[in-house]
């Protein structure tokens, strides 16, 4: 490719709204632009390193097995008001009316649409196991939509869906797909490991999530460094011990605390009650019944685990006004001492908004750290007043004990002890074992050997193709700009003849480079420009080809060329031998299959 035919709109600035330094990047070196908040343009480079990523993810998925399948961007609601999902997964949900008025879904991902195209084409356990992908475009109505391609509302995203007969099967099947992405992103040149993780709308019961390190991710990771325990802070445990029980326990005691409204305040003089010996009281509104939800004075709620724990599709902190009306009380003094709340309104609260008698009773649920605690203190649910000397399980009327709490660093590691580590990542890939939730919900079903139909056992796992694009500069950059993996960079060698005329030396010899090396399979763009050799080295540097060679008068009459390679030093080489070396630099730089 001449660089003249082509489009590379480089910047020396980033637009202000790029914040992170691979959304600036990929709009400096000419790869993306963007039409809209959250929606891109694929310019000619971008694209041929998309399409690198998206053939890495292709050849190991074909060669775990999978097959290369597409399915539609539209599908209809029904098949999600069957799987369950029209609600669960309303938010994100693009919906779309045609001209008759019907209504349509714009695909974020396609377990329905699969499931319901196994119901009626797979009917044997002959026909199993089965894992069918596609690479296309996914639409999520994402309320902030920011950095670039790495939270888009249209962005590419690989899909797979594994059928199989039984558990060992499925389970099998994810251990592939585990293994194919640990290649995929070790040949995208990505450091990303896997993580256990959290399940949110998908479902089922197990996941991992390969994260990429970066102080800009939006994911945090607890990590052990001794055994290699990693979880997503959404899901991450660790060995820390349950609150130490003190001796005897009197009664509780109601004490004033005229003004004290925070866990610190009660901490200081003249209460010097530790955070550690508090019993914090939230408010939620789950899937739209109120919770109240009892954390340890010095731990963190975690949203995350308090939806996969109680199976809430959505929650939310109460508002002040709710929980007025709810427990009679103000946020500050909230506690769930049995008799403080006799003076709640649950019933009016009931009443007025879930028009059910029967259920006015108050879930409480508690972090497990609190199990056995005694000697706590909490709100009294009265304004200035607090209750000491509680014992938990006799003083409150826990419904279930959870862990619901956010490790935090330093913590024992739930495996080996040793210290926790946490740390930001990008997500790229997740792969899920989600059992047989879709499969009995759309009816894909199996006649099994002995004659028994059976829901297929199904996996699921994605990868953020567009986002990993963008991982893969987040992690590869350097002040001048993108320093690209050669097996994604959109071209593997920039040519630089710094004369361009057709009868130049420099031209002659750097189209004769062009096409040995294009022969021999690499990927060479040629810079035709007609520009100063400053603005063409930094342009090089800043979309960031792997090898640039450079033609210039000086080395030219002593017989030599110069190779620079993206981040090492310039070498001057023998014209008869500068093909040679090209190839030995590629090859070098080639990951196996
Ligand atoms: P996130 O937690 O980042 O919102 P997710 O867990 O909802 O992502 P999945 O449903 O697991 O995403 O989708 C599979 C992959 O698709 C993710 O691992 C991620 O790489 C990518 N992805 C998801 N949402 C987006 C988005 N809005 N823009 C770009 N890539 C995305
Ligand atoms: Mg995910």
Request: hydrophobic share 40%.
């Amino acid at each position: 490719m001449k660089w003249t035919q082509t489009l590379i709109p480089t910047l020396r600035e980033a637009p202000a709204d790029a914040e992170i330094v691979s959304h600036k990047l990929l709009l400096r070196a000419g790869l993306i632009r963007k039409l809209a908040g959250g929606v891109y343009t694929f310019l000619p480079l971008g694209l041929r390193a998309l399409r690198k990523v998206e053939q890495i993810v292709r050849e190991e998925m074909d060669r775990a097995g999978a097959v290369e399948v597409l399915m539609p961007a539209l599908q209809p609601p029904e098949i999600w008001e069957a799987s369950g999902r029209a609600e669960t997964a309303s938010n994100v949900l693009f919906k779309v009316k045609d001209s008759s008025g019907r209504q349509w879904f714009l695909s974020p991902t396609a377990e329905e649409v699969i499931t319901t195209l196994t119901a009626n084409e797979i009917n044997s356990y002959r026909q199993l196991p089965k894992n069918f992908y596609q690479i296309s475009l996914k639409f999520r109505d994402e309320i902030r939509p920011r950095f670039g391609l790495m939270r888009a509302k249209e962005f590419i995203m690989k899909d797979a869906y594994s059928f199989d007969t039984t558990d060992e099967g499925a389970m099998a099947a994810y251990k592939k797909m585990y293994d194919a992405y640990t290649r995929i992103f070790a040949r995208c040149g990505l450091k990303a490991f896997p993580v256990e993780a959290d399940t949110g709308v998908i479902g089922g019961n197990y996941s991992h999530e390969f994260m990429v390190p970066a102080e800009t991710g939006e994911n945090e990771v607890a990590f052990c460094e001794a055994c290699g325990y990693a979880a997503n802070i959404e899901k991450a445990t660790s060995g820390i011990p349950k609150t130490a029980a003190r001796e005897g326990g009197p009664a509780i005691e109601k004490f004033a605390t005229p003004g004290v409204v925070t866990i610190e305040a009660l901490s200081k003089e003249p209460y010097k009650v530790a955070a550690n010996r508090q019993i914090k009281t939230l408010v939620y509104i789950a899937d739209s019944k109120p919770i109240l939800i009892l954390i340890r004075g010095d731990d963190q709620l975690n949203e995350t685990k308090l939806l996969a724990k109680t199976g809430a599709v959505a929650a939310r902190p109460a508002t002040p006004e709710e929980i007025l009306e709810l427990l009679n009380a103000k946020p500050g003094s909230l506690g769930a001492i049995k008799t403080a709340l006799e003076t709640s309104r649950l019933d009016d609260y009931w009443k007025r908004h879930l028009k059910i008698m029967e259920t006015a009773v108050l879930r409480i649920i508690a972090d497990e750290r609190l199990r056995g605690a005694n000697g706590m203190v909490t709100g009294a649910n009265e304004d200035g007043f607090h209750f000491q000397n509680v014992s938990i399980e006799r003083d409150i009327n826990v419904s279930d004990w959870f862990d619901l709490r956010t490790v935090t660093a330093g913590e024992p590691c739930v495996k080996c002890a040793k210290p926790l580590k946490i740390r930001r990542a990008i997500e790229v890939g997740h792969v899920f074992k989600l059992g047989t939730k879709y499969s009995e919900k759309l009816n894909a079903t199996f006649l099994d050997a002995d004659g028994a139909r059976k829901p297929s056992v199904m996996g699921c796992y994605g990868i953020g193709v567009t986002r990993t694009l963008q991982a893969i500069i987040e992690q590869g950059n350097d002040k001048d700009g993108v320093i690209w993996p050669l097996s994604v960079a959109p071209y593997q060698v920039c040519i630089t003849p710094l004369a361009v005329a057709p009868e130049s030396e420099a031209m002659k010899l750097a189209e004769k480079f062009y096409a040995e090396l294009t022969a021999r399979g690499v990927d060479v763009i040629l810079d035709d420009r007609d520009e100063r050799p400053g603005v063409k080295f930094k342009d090089s540097e800043l979309v960031g080809f792997p090898i640039r060679i450079g033609l210039g008068e000086k080395s030219l009459a002593k017989g030599e060329v110069e190779i620079k390679p993206r981040t090492g030093a310039i070498q001057f080489i023998k014209i008869e031998e500068a093909v040679a070396t090209i190839l030995e630099l590629v090859k070098a730089a080639t990951l196996p299959r």
